[in-house]
């Protein structure tokens, strides 16, 4: 490790399938756990063992599926919360127990009715008891985006000398601006007694559409660790995408910060989590929907033939992609005719380049895309008219 690399901490598998209808079995669960191990997650967080039998086998078995991450259960701030978590990971080569209670006001108040003290007392305990059973414990501070940065701080210390060693600071309900959220984390970062003994840690939602952006200000800020899902999937709007946050630190030169991730396994990872969720990938969704490297502007489309990086900023063959596509609608221009054309074995003139151009303005205006067997059809009636008039 060095002070640049950012831990990726994947909980795809407990925060991601916590969305409604995503539900995944033991054997799905095992072979997304698999497929993240190959793309060199560090973490992966495979469950919430007390919330039901079925979790508790699920977390079981991916601990002995997997070797190189470590494997993490989430618990609520008791007992027997933790005792569960600390057997459901019993066969894990690194477990780590992931417990924790609400510090926001609104938390303390209408969720937990307790107090500030009270809570402190209870996190504390929760450590020492998860401490207990392993020696990795990370601690999360629900909520901590709408909490007191004072209070936070006197809560982290406290847990940090109960023996947590990574600190988890969720905004919960993705209410942050980036640049308050980096400022928390560097808040923590200066006034917490003992936290060069541990890793901050991000974990945003979604809400505002701001998660990746949180993550990111985060980790400028000292976070070292990002938590996050395959699609960004996860409660409400989701969770910080793992695909968006792990390229943004690879493509940027400018941001000096590494991952363990293999991002060429990024898009297959994609499809597998999202076929097996049933939960289809947005067209627009950055790095891995069907649109991320797809041109269809005629402008784009120029620029990309003659050189890919004019409108690419990521080669898609970098995330398991195979090749940018050039898709043909109405608004595309000869230039993408001409290279669509060639891939399908036509080497067109300038005169039949334009003729194939006109008929493909009249029947793209009545079609969404045009695709190669159209384009064929175009292709060959008009070129094979131009033959006989000629
Ligand atoms: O969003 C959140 O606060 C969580 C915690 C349970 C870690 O998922
Ligand atoms: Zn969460």
Known sequence: MTDNQVFIFDTTLRDGEQVPGCKLNMD???????????????IIEAGFPVSSPGDFQAVQEVC???????????????????KTAAE????????????????SDSHIKYKLRSTQEEI???????????KSFVEDVEFYAEDAGRTDNEYLARVLEAVIKAGATTLNIPDTTGYCLPEEYGAKIRYLRENV?????????????NDLGLATANSIAGVQNGARQIECTINGIGERAGNTSLEETVMILKQRPDLPYFTNISSKLIY???????ERMGMPVQPNKAIVGANAFAHSSGIHQDGVIKRRD????????????????????ARSGRAAIAYRAKNIGHNLTKDELDVVYARFLEVADSMKEVDDTALEQIIVSKTARAAQTA
């Open 193 to 205: 007694r003992g936290i060069e003994k541990a890793i901050l840690s991000t974990h945003c939602h």
């Open 268 to 274: 297959s990872t994609s499809r597998l989590v999202s």
């Open 28 to 42: 799905q669960k095992v072979e997304i756990a698999r497929q993240l191990e190959k793309l060199g997650v560090d």
């Open 88 to 103: 459901a990971l019993q066969y894990a080569k690194r477990p780590r127990i992931h417990t924790g209670i609400g510090t």
């Open 120 to 130: 402190l007392e209870r996190a504390v305990a929760a450590v020492k008891y998860a």
């Open 64 to 82: 002995r599926a997997v070797t190189a991450p470590t494997v993490c259960g989430l618990s609520r701030a008791v007992e027997n919360d933790i």
């Open 310 to 329: 004019t409108y690419e900023i990521i080669d898609p063959l970098e995330v398991g992609v195979d090749h940018s596509k050039i898709v043909l609608t």
